[in-house]
């Protein structure tokens, strides 16, 4: 996308403007530098950048948290623990996950409209959708809370029961897992189901095609099911986290960079719809079992504080 050159050198007018004025009104305040040593006082040898993030980190996730009083749960054990983490994190996990929904669903809404109106651009979406369904794995991939989730649950959860050596048990352990598993899925799922139904709208509207149309439905929620389990396994198997939230595994790192390279490729890879959209399912079963396996032969070993 190439911008017009006006606008560029409006916006660097601008910017230039508000600095100077910025530096005449800061020269006119007497008080400055006294301001500033005051300040400045504690940081004699430069800005301490790694207290800064951590104080920052901390800051976060005290945000994180609701502080209503008032939030229980009638279950039990894990789930009931589980039930508060979820409740007392519902503003960072499903609020930008209805946003996104909400969205999404007005696009669809403004390209079903488009198509009713326009049957070119009909036609023309219509060939998209058909070969363009694999460069969803990186929008899939790109709306995902999976890395959202872990980091509060260490935050403001793991963190702290990882000193417990019962909360490393194997069988724990994978019982835990998998409630988070449900919860990060059902999170995740509000977005995709709506992007998978109005996409899968939007074919039909558009001329349809001979494959069935179920198809694009079962391999965008199964897109957003594997995130969910990708980032959630990786988080036990790896704990990437010390106690003040740094990423501090390498080999985290390099998966996840990995995983974003995957999806970025996918935007210029075509490959038939139907054979993509069953390779999915069956991938996304497949990892879920895996994960499963892994988590309880590995994870009472990984999945502890770094330091």
Known sequence: IIVPYLPIAAVMVLSVAAGIYAAV??????????????????????TDLTQATRKAAAEQGRRMISADLSITSSKKGFEYFNELFIKRHRKVLWSASVKIAVVSLACVGGLLIACLVNPAFASKANQMLISLVPAFLFIMYAINRGTTYTRALFMNCDHSMLTYSFYRKPSFILHLFWIRLREIVKVNLLPAAVIA????????????????????????????????????????????????????????????????????????????????CALMLVFCILYCIAACVLVYKLAYRTFRIRN
């Open 25 to 46: 009104q800061i020269g006119k305040f007497d008080q400055y530098r006294d301001m500033y040593q005051t300040l400045l006082s504690d940081k004699k040898n430069g």
């Open 197 to 276: 139904g109005g996409l899968t709208l939007l074919l039909y509207v558009s001329g349809g095609t001979a494959a069935p149309l179920y198809y694009l439905l079962v391999s965008i929620l199964s897109m957003s099911v594997f995130f969910s389990v990708h980032y959630l396994v990786l988080y036990y198997l790896l704990q990437p986290f010390n106690m003040y939230t740094e990423v501090k595994s390498a080999t985290y790192q390099i998966i996840a960079m990995a995983t974003y390279w995957l999806c970025y490729l996918m935007l210029r890879i075509r490959v038939d719809t139907m054979t993509f």
